[in-house]
T-cell receptor, first 114, second 114 residues
Framework: SAVISQKPSRDICQRGTSLTIQCQVD?????MFWYRQQPGQSLTLIAT?????????ESGFVIDKFPISRPNLTFSTLTVSNMSPEDSSIYLC???????????FGPGTRLLVL | GESVGLHLPTLSVQEGDNSIINCAYS??????FIWYKQESGKGPQFIID?????DKRQGQRVTVLLNKTVKHLSLQIAATQPGDSAVYFCAETQLYNQGGKLIFGQGTELSVKP
């Protein structure tokens, strides 16, 4: 199984600023994803992080707001840009080395925007 | 503490009893399903998965049942322990058409009384 870490684990930010979240996997994975989870709610997919190309965003999420990088098979970043209090959430990355099967998650980054 | 969010369905069981957590999935074309366990302050933890060509799959103390006719998934936990207390999510995807992008159910909170 893949072990996934995220940095930072939590942060408190001022509105209008941006935060970059890092996701590191301990082994190469073919697929990496970014999800958002409001407290007490389920997970919603933000985008698929594609290695060496632009991320694929889900409906309601755009690159200008959530730019994503994936320079190699073990690392990805998600930036939450021009933050507002509505962006307060838990952001999670996941990875799969089986073409989408057996998808493992990181511990999440808890973001509070004031 | 957590901010206001939707109240999750809750299942309360006695330690040692068996637990059954149910999930209705949305897409009849989904061909792969995963159950996750999420403890407070942590990311989702992979429990067990099942492909659509199977009706049942067993792991250690857990069994997943799939009924494609009514688009229903269940997770059975045998001899439930206090450490099983968590929120449980089902997730579905089309492995080949959606590249592993997961759609999560709303979640069920399992509370185990000692």
């Amino acid at each position: 199984s893949a072990v996934i870490s995220q940095k930072p684990s939590r942060d408190i930010c001022q509105r209008g600023t941006s935060l970059t979240i890092q996701c590191q996997v301990d082994s190469q994975v073919t697929m990496m994803f970014w999800y958002r989870q409001q407290p007490g709610q389920s997970l919603t997919l933000i985008a698929t992080a594609n290695q060496g190309s632009e991320a694929t965003y889900e409906s309601g999420f755009v690159i200008d707001k959530f730019p994503i990088s994936r320079p190699n098979l073990t690392f990805s970043t998600l930036t939450v840009s021009n933050m507002s209090p509505e962006d307060s959430s838990i952001y999670l990355c996941s990875g799969s080395s089986d073409g989408g099967e057996t998808q493992y998650f990181g511990p999440g980054t808890r973001l509070l925007v004031l | 503490g957590e901010s206001v969010g939707l109240h999750l369905p809750t299942l309360s069981v006695q330690e040692g009893d068996n637990s059954i957590i149910n999930c209705a999935y949305s897409n009849s074309a989904s061909d792969y399903f995963i159950w996750y366990k999420q403890e407070s302050g942590k990311g989702p933890q992979f429990i067990i998965d099942i492909r659509s060509n199977m009706d049942k799959r067993q792991g250690q103390r857990v069994t997943v049942l799939l009924n494609k006719t009514v688009k229903h998934l269940s997770l059975q936990i045998a001899a439930t322990q206090p450490g099983d207390s968590a929120v449980y999510f089902c997730a579905e995807t089309q492995l080949y058409n959606q590249g592993g992008k997961l759609i999560f159910g709303q979640g069920t909170e399992l509370s185990v009384k000692p």
